[in-house]
T-cell receptor
Framework: DAGVTQTPRHEVAEKGQTIILKCEPV?????LFWYRQTKIQGLELLSY????????DGGAFKDRFKAEMLNSSFSTLKIQPTEPKDSAVYLC?????????????FGEGSKLTVL | GDSVTQKQGQVTLSEDDFLFINCTYS??????LLWYVQYLGQGPQLLLK?????NKGISRGFEATYDKGTTSFHLQKASVQESDSAVYFC???????????FGAGTKLTIKP
């Protein structure tokens, strides 16, 4: 039973570059989330999709972060342009039934380092 | 807005010690409360979930009790093992705005 798959697992970027992180949710799940995880800020919600529709765009992350859900089984998170403060682990999660179930299935994350 | 507070950033114990991780929350609703566990190199996974209906959750030897009076949801385990080393996140679900609010996490290290 495939869980949430995230690629790449590690990414190193120069300041100003564009990076794209990819996520495949659990098959059949209709909700997809992107989180940023840092030691200081913890888990921060970047985007939330329900059945491919954007429900939450993460407020403060709008200007350089763009998440898209091209189909029900694939999502991307684009950061453009990258800044050193974007260095973090980016986690994708999916669920069946939405946040109110409390049950999110997380991928292993993509660790981004911006030099 | 909603908030979840985990006062302990780190806890270090020896095997067979009793575990207590503090969690308090603030919200205007009656939320569902969660504990997630994140092992090294993995994403968080749900450990246990407690609603207003059932008050107490037990999973894999861990337990947490929903205390509306003190707005607390502490995590306990009678006897920890080295394999319990991980980061533990307390969280609440606000049904009204469909948001999950996570605490900052508590890193648990078990010395063999």
């Amino acid at each position: 039973d495939a869980g949430v798959t995230q690629t790449p697992r590690h990414e190193v970027a120069e300041k100003g570059q564009t990076i794209i992180l990819k996520c495949e949710p659990v098959s059949g799940h209709n909700d997809l989330f992107w989180y940023r995880q840092t030691k200081i800020q913890g888990l921060e919600l970047l985007s939330y999709f329900r059945s491919k529709s954007l429900m939450e765009d993460g407020g403060a992350f709008k200007d350089r972060f763009k998440a898209e859900m091209l189909n029900s089984s694939f999502s991307t998170l684009k950061i453009q342009p990258t800044e050193p403060k974007d260095s973090a682990v980016y986690l994708c999660a999916s669920s069946f039934g939405g946040p109110n179930t409390g049950q999110l299935y997380f991928g292993e994350g993509s660790k981004l380092t911006v030099l | 807005g909603d908030s979840v507070t985990q006062k302990q950033g780190q806890v270090t114990l020896s095997e067979d010690d009793f575990l207590f991780i503090n969690c308090t929350y603030s919200t205007t609703t009656y939320p569902t409360l969660l504990w997630y566990v994140q092992y090294l190199g993995q994403g968080p996974q749900l450990l246990l979930k407690v609603t207003t209906a059932n008050n107490k959750g037990i999973s894999r030897g861990f337990e947490a009790t929903y205390d509306k009076g003190t707005t607390s949801f502490h995590l306990q385990k009678a006897s920890v093992q080295e394999s319990d080393s991980a980061v533990y996140f307390c969280a609440l679900v606000n049904y009204g705005n469909e948001k999950i609010t996570f605490g900052a996490g508590t890193k648990l290290t078990i010395k063999p």
